[in-house]
């Protein structure tokens, strides 16, 4: 994204943002990776590689000023609701799924004309062509604040006295003219906007239609900041193939409350932009389901055992107050105590959100969801969830806050004996479908339908818990929590191990020595990866490398969707024909390895049909001595791991591939901790020539008993540096009239790193050897 700095200047409160390039290296170590920093008629300008995980927030330059101002101890302005506006009496919306929030504006009296000279400049430093006030404004509040907007001509849209909106569904090959001209046609089930006529007239986060395109004649106009449904949108963006600043931005989420600071500043630009005669006619929002602020609960010593460094409350306390995130610093127990007594009284509502619903109104196991989430303890929202997360205590050891669970029997709805998605498959074979908190004295407070409340009352006398099924706990310590109201943009902050990552971040990475994790004991590995690294090691012991090759191919029995290349459209179905590729490549490049044989596995997944599985694949080359060498390979894996691989695969030409996923659950469970194969000290890297390689053969016979090693030398010393491998393939020893010679035969490996070898660069190195070696006493080349 590309962001323009006196654009974010606009967004600091108090003092100056630093120079261009300690921002951009800021920016780099510790947020993002400015890719480049450019001037642009004046501007200075910097193109910034948003992470996926903050592109909710700060693909906008409110969200990048805000990280300059945490990083340089500023201060950015408070995102403010403009003044409220009248309710349009004219503006109808109606919202199917996949929309969460639709703020809608009428305009009316507008002059539509070429922008303001700074609105174009700045649009124009940042990639983006200025069409006209009305549109450049709500591309510059998108760019401001991350909120896509859009703006209808009013006329054009269908009207009995009222304008209507609807948000719903694309039928199967529907039409849709866009405002470039171009015309597509829809998936079934995509976001669309229809008017009152269900004429087109949007794609939902994607693209306006020509139907209601502003030009030089609109007068009245109806703007459009709303939230989509991500995975909706990136659907519809993908099968379309049409990917516009606006779905790059739902397609990552954003926050719906953005929808009326949108407005609220577009219209205000608007005003300015658009003539003295604008006026407001009124505002429609539509929100079905607002949410709570988002509550992440830490306490210090979570904050250490995640950074694994010391960390104290005053630390933390003050790396908050850098973030700006209010917060509370709570004791947990007492929290919960008088919070759910707050709670007396309030509606029972089956199914009720913990975010939308409460603390208006509850079910049981949302009700103690809310308390354990205001006292900075997230618990499951489920009963049965809760009950299998929570540690079992005796009814002697209840203290206040523990909570009680039981099954009253009461078939309607079902109850579950299983847990649904915290554990899932967890059985709990009373069953669980109630809960409520107690509170000392012998008493509960939960929420019943049967009450239709909230209500305290005896355990001993509820007609909730007569059949009790267990007590927990679900504090896991007692220590003071630090309650984090999240900013309603940070979408990324959802859990505590999210909130610790941030806190480290801005205290700083750099700062946190380095240590070894604490062990607290054996622990027995995935069976899995026991018997995998058993079979690696084994491998590697006998001279086998391993590869791994693409999963895309281009055969195979399931078909990609949307392929990175034509000749990869393909899920690989087995690893033969990957392996047997490797190892003829390789092949030409024996000598140059100095190796013989090349030797190669791969353990990967494959898919057929109707499942994938693991598979394991192995060969060698030539293929000469293939089927002997597999079999005592085969033989060799089988006896250390007491079961017969053989039979899980087959032989399929010059390689053997098999079901290594069914062979590892034929093997009992490992009993002892993995050991992994290390590099030893001597193993080095080095780079390898673009070049190619040049091969020449030498034999020598040399008087019986000279050593190997002192050929081998002599031979080193007069190639000089482009005899980059050798390699020893024949040894004899013949009686001569002067004595027993022994012949060595090497094969000699050249290759430079600077260009291609010639064949007269090789023969002049070759003379070289030759000459010197017929000139020592005893040696001769045959």
Known sequence: MKVNLSWLQSFIEEGNLPASSAVAEALTLSSFEVESVETKGGETVFDIAILPNRSHDCLSHRGVAGEIALLFGLKRKTLMLSESFSHSKILKITLDKGCYRYSGAVLTHIAVSPSPKWLVERLESIGQKSINNIVDAANYVMFSLGQPLHAFDMD????????????????????????????????????????????????????????????????????????????????????????TDASIRFENGISPELTMYAIGEVIELIKEIAGADTQIEGVVDVYPSPASPYRVGISQREVEAILGTPFSEDLLEEVLTRLSFSYKKVSPRKTIIALVKECLDAPYKYGASVLRSAPQAFDCSSLVAYVYAHAGVPVPRISIDQYVFGTAISQKELEPGDVVYSNTGITTRGIHTVSQEFLPGTQVSEGVDHCGIYVGEGKVIHATEKEGKVVEEKLSESSGFKKIVGFRRLLSNESNRFIVIVPFERLDIRIPEDLVEEIGRVYGYEKIASSLPRHSGAVLPNKHLY????????????????????????????????????????????????????????????????????????????????????????????????????????????????????????????????????????????????????????????????????????????????????????????????????????????????????????????????????????NQIMNRITQAINSTAGWQVR
């Open 156 to 243: 054009k849209l269908s009207s009995k006295g009222e304008v209507e909106i609807n948000v719903s569904t694309s039928i199967k090959e529907e039409l849709f003219t866009a405002l470039d001209g171009k015309e597509y046609t829809l998936p079934e089930g995509a976001l669309v906007l229809r008017d009152g006529a269900k004429k087109l007239i949007g794609i939902a986060g994607v693209k306006g239609g020509k139907a209601a395109e502003i030009d030089s004649t609109t007068r009245h106009i109806i703007l459009e900041a709303a939230n989509f449904d991500s995975v909706s949108v990136r659907k519809t963006s993908h099968a379309l193939n049409l990917r």
């Open 531 to 762: 018997y995998l690294q058993k079979i690696r090691s084994i491998l590697f012991t006998v001279g086998y490398s391993e590869v791994y090759t693409y999963s895309f191919q281009p055969r195979g029995d399931v078909e990609l969707a949307n392929p990175q290349a034509q000749d990869k459209k393909f899920l690989r179905k087995s690893l033969y024909e990957s392996v047997t590729q490797a190892l003829g490549f390789n092949l030409r490049y024996a000598d140059l390895l100095g190796l013989s044989e090349i030797r190669l596995f791969e353990i990967g997944t494959v898919f057929s049909k109707k499942e994938e599985h693991l598979s394991f694949c192995v060969g060698a080359a030539p293929y000469s001595s293939t089927s002997k060498v597999l079999d005592e390979l085969l033989s060799l894996i089988s006896k250390n791991l007491g079961t017969d691989i053989a039979l899980f695969g087959k032989k399929i030409g010059g390689v053997w591939e098999g079901d290594i996923g069914r062979f590892i659950d034929s093997l009992p469970e490992p009993t002892d901790s993995i050991t992994f194969m290390s590099l030893s000290n001597g193993s080095r890297f080095a780079p390898v020539s673009a070049y190619p390689f040049v091969l020449r053969d030498i034999a020598i016979f040399v008087p019986k008993g000279t050593p190997e090693n002192e050929v081998l030398t002599f031979i080193e010393r007069e190639a000089g540096n482009l005899l980059v491998k050798t390699r020893l393939f024949d040894v004899f020893t013949k009686k001569m009239p002067d004595g027993d010679r022994t012949s060595f035969a090497w094969r000699l490996v050249f290759q430079s790193h600077d260009k291609t070898l010639s064949d007269d660069i090789v």
